[in-house]
């Protein structure tokens, strides 16, 4: 018994202090994504930039519609991104719920020093590009977590 009311005492007390940071949810016509509330949002002609204030990094956001690119070529274009001599068979992808192709790829700049996390989605001539780029010195910890918990809330609408 005094096990489980020290268990219990332990529990409640982490509860009571773990640190959840408010969100809120950026929508637009086509896709939402949820992120801290003390974030930053860009909006260049369609391409969507959320950061946190002291400028570390960013979520960036493209989407388009009327893109003619074959789904073998997808692959050559994501590391076309980034100059990228990496192999086509570093870049992951699979089917994804309403027809979606998703393909993700992690790529280190080693001159800018600077970590990529690309997801892009892709369905007929629709494209949505997400990335994450954070500078090497703040990816690890809390700045990783939060990046990767608004990148994978990324959904789209349609």
């Known amino acids: 018994m005094k096990k ?5 005492a332990i529990l409640f007390s982490l509860s009571l202090f773990a640190q959840k940071s408010d969100t809120e949810v950026f929508e ?4 939402q994504i949820t992120m801290p509330n003390t974030w930053k949002i860009t909006n260049d002609e369609g391409i969507v930039n959320i950061f946190p204030s002291n400028q570390i990094g960013a979520i960036t956001i493209s989407e388009y519609h009327d893109l003619e690119l074959p789904k073998e070529e997808t692959k050559k274009f994501i590391l076309a991104l980034y100059n990228s001599s990496d192999d086509e068979k570093k870049i992951k992808s699979n089917s994804s719920k309403r027809g979606f192709t998703e393909y993700f790829y992690e790529y280190f700049d080693e001159k800018e020093k600077l970590f990529w996390l690309t997801k892009v989605f892709q369905k007929n001539k629709e494209m949505y590009i997400v990335s994450i780029n954070c500078q090497q010195k703040y990816w690890n910890g809390n700045y990783m977590k939060v990046f990767n918990e608004t990148f ?3 959904k789209i609408k349609k």
């Open 4 to 8: 489980t009311l020290f268990l219990f």
């Open 28 to 31: 637009s016509e086509n896709y």
């Open 152 to 154: 994978d809330s990324f």
